[in-house]
Every structure is written in structure tokens, then in C-alpha cells.
């Protein structure tokens, strides 16, 4: 394999500016145990590619090691990466590999339910999330059987800008993913404290980590067993517990098809799109 190269290891869902460092620190030390598994060495390794879309970047062929969301993994992605497995989170929420979505108000916010935001305001990050459309879908589904429930809906680009928008009185709800929520407590607290959980979210398997359909069936399971002794290492410790990682399960594409499930059951309540 010394003669193929591949793109270096990249863990973009959870990269905020305030644990940038840890996250650099534990995908060096993925990439290091993914070399010595696979046999590469450092020039077999090319730059992530920052110019390029994530989809683009995601199903290049020589793909190394990334993390996704769900939702592209069992759409945009289907057939087209392989699944490595799932971290483990520990944020509120989070169940060994499975979490779920905060569904954030204003702190100072009278509405108790979701039923209260009825003809209110609603923000996204965006169509492709699970964590903040599918199961946001999802979770309107569930009291409207058709129509449009909020006035109005809106795109912010990321969940950070989607509790910007809730906290600045733009958006009346948004749904954050369970671990977002978690990292907004923990590192951007006076952001944290102008809003606050009204609901959650069913659960559905986590953000998974991908690689290369290229490579083969024993390529892929040292790929796994690389990944799962860098999210227990003692070395991984530090900035494991800075990203709130500690552990990991090796799942199939059917454990991700709660996802599909979900966006079946709103579409049969007659409410297929967030409105």
C-alpha cells in the first residue's frame, strides 16, 4: 500500500475554536495507529482538503479516516463510504453510541412544551442534519399531523449560530444536538446561560466515523480495531475527556436506520418537510 496516498485524518463535526487542540491531538493520534495498522507512513498522507465541500471530501476514493452525520451517511453518503463506528459521548443525553437533540428556548421563554411553539419561530442548522432537522421533523410530527406548525423556519448554517439565533430573540426554538449543547455549557457558558433545554429529542445512533469503500474487508476491521484502541488509550485520555469521548462501538448500516424510520414516520404523519 506504500504507494497510494491518502488524505489525512480529519474529525470535523464537534471542531469549535475553544477545543481545536484536542481535537488536532486526537486525530494525530488516529492517523499514527490507522499508519502503523494500514502500513503507511507519513508520506502516504496528503492534506485535508479545505477547499472542498465535506460531501466532496467525505467520498474522495482515497478517504483515510472522518466523521459524518447520520443523516448524510444514510442519504448523500449511501453506498458510497464505509462505516467504521460511533464514539461515545458522555453530555446529557448520550447513551454509549446513541444521542439525541436538546430542543433549546430563550431562557426567559414562557413556553414549557413543544406544543407551546406552535406558530412561533423555528431555526435550523441545517437539511442534511439529523440532529437539527430529522429529528426535529421528527419530534413535530408527533403533535401535527400536517401543515405548517411553526410561521416561520430558517436556515443559520451550524448549531452555534442556531442558539445565537434563539438566545437573540431571532428564533423562538432550535434543536442541538445533544453533544453541541454540551460543548456550548462547557466553553461558550455566558452563550449557554440566554437559553435552556425545553425538550429532547428520540435518539438515534451518533455522529459515525467513515473510511474508504477501497479498502478491504481486512483492511476495514484493523481500521476498527485502530479507532477503538485510540478512544480507550490512556495516551487519547486528556483530550478524549476535553471532546467528552470515552469510547466506542463498531455499528452496521442498520443500526443507522433509525434515521430512516424517523424521517418515514413524519412523512406518514404528513409533515415531510420542517414547517
Avoid at 459524518?68 to 447513551?95: F, I, M, N, Q
Avoid at 411553526?150 to 448554517?157: L, Q, R, Y
Avoid at 453533544?179 to 461558550?188: G, H, K, N, P, Q
Avoid at 475527556?241 to 455499528?251: N, P, Q, T, V
Amino acid at each position: 500500500m506504500s504507494e497510494r496516498s491518502f488524505l489525512a485524518v480529519r474529525l470535523p463535526m464537534y471542531d469549535w475554536p475553544e477545543v481545536r487542540d484536542a481535537t488536532r491531538d486526537l486525530e494525530g493520534a488516529l492517523q499514527n495507529a490507522l499508519c502503523r495498522a494500514l502500513n503507511l507512513t507519513e508520506h502516504n498522507i496528503r492534506p485535508w482538503p479545505e477547499g472542498k465541500s465535506l460531501v466532496e471530501a467525505w467520498t474522495d476514493p482515497e478517504l483515510l479516516l472522518s466523521q459524518t452525520c447520520g443523516y448524510p451517511l444514510t442519504h448523500a453518503l449511501s453506498g458510497k463510504v464505509r462505516l467504521v463506528g460511533t464514539p461515545h459521548y458522555d453530555a446529557e443525553g448520550c447513551d454509549g453510541p446513541r444521542y439525541c437533540s436538546q430542543l433549546i428556548v430563550k431562557r426567559d421563554s414562557a413556553h414549557q412544551t413543544l406544543e407551546d411553539l406552535r406558530g412561533k419561530r423555528a431555526v435550523f442548522n441545517g437539511p442534511d442534519s439529523q440532529s437539527g432537522m430529522n429529528a426535529f421533523r421528527h419530534a413535530v410530527a408527533q403533535i401535527e399531523n400536517g401543515g405548517c406548525f411553526f410561521s416561520d423556519v430558517s436556515e443559520s448554517g451550524s448549531h452555534l449560530a442556531s442558539l445565537k439565533a434563539v438566545a437573540d430573540g431571532k428564533a423562538d426554538i432550535a434543536s442541538i444536538d445533544a453533544i453541541c449543547w454540551d460543548l456550548s455549557c462547557r466553553e461558550v457558558p455566558e452563550l449557554a446561560a440566554q437559553v435552556r433545554p425545553l425538550a429532547r429529542t428520540a435518539s438515534a445512533p451518533g455522529l459515525p466515523l467513515i473510511t474508504s469503500r477501497r479498502f478491504s474487508d481486512a483492511e476495514h476491521g484493523g481500521i476498527a480495531e485502530a479507532v477503538a484502541e485510540v478512544f480507550t488509550a490512556p495516551e487519547t485520555q486528556k483530550s478524549r475527556e476535553r471532546l467528552g469521548i470515552h469510547g466506542f462501538s463498531k455499528l452496521s448500516a442498520d443500526d443507522y436506520s433509525v434515521i430512516l424510520h424517523m424521517e418515514a414516520e413524519a412523512t406518514e404523519r404528513g409533515y415531510p418537510e420542517l414547517a
